[in-house]
Every structure is written in C-alpha cells, then in structure tokens.
C-alpha cells in the first residue's frame, strides 16, 4: 500500500471535511424526525458526492460501499468502506463530535484508513504494517494495566435494534461500571476507536459491529491495540462484535464482558 494512495485519500477526506463545514452549524436545531431524517441523507450525500469521484479516480478498480451500516462479509479484491458522516446526528443537532471515515479493504482486511474531525482538524491515519498517526505524529495505545483506572466505551452500532441487544448492552455497562473507572456510552463508534488509539481512551467494545467501523479498528491495531471479537477470536471484518483495547487491560475487560 502506498503513501501516494494515503495522500490521495486524506486530501479527499479533507476536501469532503470542507465541503461538510459549509453545511454544520453550531445553531443547528432539528425540529422533529423527518426534518432530521431529511438533514442526515443530505449531509451523506453532500460527502460521498464528494469522496466519491476523487477515491474512484485514486484506484479505479475497487468497488464502493458507503452503508455505515452494512455487515457481514465481502467479495474478494479491493473495497472502499465509507462512513460518510460518523456521528451525524451529533453534527445534525449542532455538536462538534462527528467524523469523515474512509478504509480501504483488500480481500477482506482492512489495509488503509483515514477518519477525519474537521472540527477540531484532527486526521488520524494508517496503513497496515505502518504505524497509525494523527495529523502526522504517531500514535501509541495507551500503557494503563488495570480496569481501575481505565477509561472504557460503547454505543450503538447503529439505530435500533432486537429487545436482547438492548439488554445485553445495559448488563454489559452495568457490569463495566463496576470495574473500570468510567464508561462512556456515544456515537461515533469510530470517535472511540480513535481515541482508543491515541491513548485518550482505554477500551471501545461493540456487541453489533459493522464493516464501517473497519476503519477505527485499523487505527487501533497499528497503535498497539489488541482486537478480538467477544470471544477472544480474532476480529475479522465480518465479526459479530469486538473489544479493542490497549494491551494491559484487554484480558480484564474480556473477563467483565463475558462473565
């Protein structure tokens, strides 16, 4: 994987990070669902409109999704991932907390990610085998071994979802409260990813991934991280779940979600 294909990628992600500042107020106000609805799809296409062409003209032959919230596996050879606006309903409401997330996946394995904050004009990135950065300095996951001291995360993989989810969630937080030092529970998923990376953040797990989130998960490994699914196995794009965690607190914090 090349550094021209990064550049080419991160100057597309900023391009569309631009073009969505435009449209993002700090005043934004949704007055119910489907002006909501109506703002989400528009701030979706005003970036795939934009990432579309410059990543398609990048490597002409990979194929496209930008479903944030598809799953399960893909057809062999190369495929961008898009996550047009991670967060969206925190931008849609006028908060700062969302994000451009692109990967680019090679037979099923993430090889190259870019996620975007354009409103604090944070640009992590990565490619496989190469370290993960933000805004070119590298990152390290964090060095914390015990739960005790441990800022840990999760959230909603997407909206709505079966009762059990929901319950299987609440105990999770409940049983996570009582171990680390705090937990937080927001969208975006990929927001936590990245500061798992950095090492603002100890832990993210997802009992619902998608393949969107392939992005974070990449940031996190090349950090340092350690990703498994909920089982210990090793994460795969089309996993059901994950625990991606610096490497001192994975085991403990495998041990709360299964218990």
Same mark, same amino acid.
């Given at each position: 994987?090349?550094?021209?294909?990064?550049?080419?990628?991160?100057?597309?992600?900023?391009?569309?990070?631009?073009?969505?500042?435009?449209?993002?107020?700090?005043?934004?106000?949704?007055?119910?669902?489907?002006?909501?609805?109506?703002?989400?799809?528009?701030?979706?296409?005003?970036?795939?409109?934009?990432?579309?062409?410059?990543?398609?003209? @990048? &490597?002409?032959?990979?194929?496209?999704?930008?479903?944030? +919230?598809?799953?399960?596996?893909? #057809?062999? !050879?190369?495929?961008? =991932?898009?996550?047009?606006?991670?967060?969206?309903?925190?931008?849609?409401?006028?908060?700062?907390?969302?994000?451009?997330?692109?990967?680019?996946?090679?037979?099923?394995?993430?090889?190259?990610?870019?996620?975007?904050?354009?409103?604090?004009?944070?640009?992590?990135?990565?490619?496989?085998?190469?370290?993960?950065?933000?805004?070119?300095?590298?990152?390290?996951?964090?060095?914390?071994?015990?739960?005790?001291?441990?800022?840990?995360?999760?959230?909603?993989?997407?909206?709505?979802?079966?009762?059990?989810?929901?319950?299987?969630?609440?105990?999770?937080?409940?049983?996570?409260?009582?171990? @680390? &030092?705090?937990?937080?529970?927001?969208?975006?998923?990929? +927001?936590?990813?990245?500061?798992? #990376?950095? !090492?603002?953040?100890? =832990?993210?797990?997802?009992?619902?991934?998608?393949?969107?989130?392939?992005?974070?998960?990449?940031?996190?490994?090349?950090?340092?991280?350690?990703?498994?699914?909920?089982?210990?196995?090793?994460?795969?794009?089309?996993?059901?779940?994950?625990?991606?965690?610096?490497?001192?607190?994975?085991?403990?914090?495998?041990?709360?979600?299964?218990?």
């Amino acid at each position: 994987m090349s550094q021209e294909l990064l550049a080419a990628t991160v100057a597309a992600v900023r391009h569309a990070g631009a073009r969505m500042m435009t449209r993002y107020s700090t005043e934004s106000r949704q007055p119910g669902l489907q002006s909501l609805l109506a703002n989400l799809q528009a701030n979706d296409a005003a970036v795939v409109d934009t990432l579309r062409p410059a990543l398609t003209k @990048a &490597l002409p032959g990979a194929g496209w999704l930008n479903d944030e +919230h598809g799953s399960g596996p893909l #057809a062999t !050879g190369e495929w961008w =991932l898009i996550d047009p606006v991670g967060g969206n309903v925190n931008a849609a409401h006028g908060m700062p907390d969302w994000n451009i997330g692109v990967s680019l996946v090679r037979d099923g394995r993430p090889v190259l990610a870019v996620v975007y904050f354009p409103v604090l004009d944070e640009m992590f990135t990565t490619i496989e085998g190469g370290g993960a950065f933000l805004n070119g300095v590298r990152l390290r996951v964090s060095v914390k071994t015990s739960l005790d001291g441990a800022l840990a995360g999760t959230g909603q993989a997407k909206p709505g979802h079966y009762p059990e989810l929901g319950k299987r969630m609440g105990s999770a937080f409940a049983a996570m409260t009582n171990s @680390a &030092l705090y937990v937080r529970i927001s969208v975006p998923v990929t +927001h936590q990813l990245a500061q798992v #990376a950095a !090492g603002r953040m100890d =832990l993210h797990w997802q009992f619902d991934n998608v393949r969107s989130h392939a992005a974070g998960v990449l940031l996190v490994q090349e950090a340092g991280g350690v990703v498994t699914d909920i089982e210990g196995k090793p994460w795969e794009l089309a996993s059901e779940s994950y625990l991606a965690a610096a490497p001192g607190v994975h085991a403990a914090a495998l041990e709360v979600l299964t218990a």
